[in-house]
């Protein structure tokens, strides 16, 4: 057995509380310190998608793409007239 056997620990999706309430993931990149990208889901208590998108945001920092990831989540959900509690 080698020194440097570690345990990898198992990330996993977690639902929200139910009933009626959601989870908006995002997230964003930046590749080689140059073109960024953002992309957000959302999912119900089930697991369920209910909205996803991404999109280019040209050069910026990993910091304001993960800003902008959430952001354009919020707005999408907005201009969606979606109604429900989040998560």
Known sequence: MSLF??????IK???PPPPN???INF???VHNNSQAAAGFVVRNSLGNH????SKK???TNV???EALALREGLIHL???HYSASFY
């Open 50 to 53: 209910i909205l996803a998108a």
């Open 57 to 59: 945001l040209g050069f």
């Open 21 to 23: 309430v959601n989870k």
């Open 78 to 80: 907005r201009q969606s």
């Open 63 to 65: 910091l304001v793409a």
């Open 27 to 29: 997230d964003g990149s």
């Open 5 to 10: 056997r570690m345990a990898i620990p198992v």
């Open 13 to 15: 999706w977690k639902p």
